[in-house]
């Protein structure tokens, strides 16, 4: 049985600090590139930081570059994003996602439940 379950999250205030986490099994995560979206109120689900695998390149939105770092323990399974210098604007429900293309272009894709992010003074 495929499973992303995510933890961390919550409410901090302007500048602060979080790490998400996203612990996977019932798949070859090693495989698989991971992603982080955020969902914003109101708001599309948009990409905000990816990572493959196994070179571990990352790419970043915009908006995150320089704040934000994604990275993988593929021993662990488990893929973090650690969110510093947080403003208001990051607030919304962040998603992990795994996302795996055979040589045939068949994709793949699994979510992980989805977890609160809060920036609120």
């Known amino acids: 049985q495929v499973q992303l379950v995510q933890s961390g999250g919550g409410l901090v205030q302007p500048g602060g600090s979080l790490r998400l986490s996203c612990a996977a099994s019932?798949?070859?995560?090693?495989?698989?590139?991971m992603n982080w979206y955020r969902q914003a109120p109101g708001k599309e689900r948009d990409l905000v930081a990816a990572i493959t695998s196994p070179s571990g390149s990352a790419n970043y939105a915009d908006s995150v570059k320089g704040r934000f770092t994604i990275s993988r323990d593929n021993a662990k399974n488990t893929v973090y994003l650690q969110m510093n210098s947080l403003k208001p604007g990051d607030t919304g429900v962040y998603y992990c996602?795994?996302?795996?293309?055979?040589?045939?272009?068949?994709?793949?894709?699994?979510w992980g439940q989805g977890t609160q992010v809060t920036v609120s003074s």
């Open positions: 996602n795994a996302h795996w293309t055979n040589p045939y272009g068949l994709e793949s894709d699994y």
């Open positions: 019932g798949f070859t995560f090693r495989s698989y590139a």
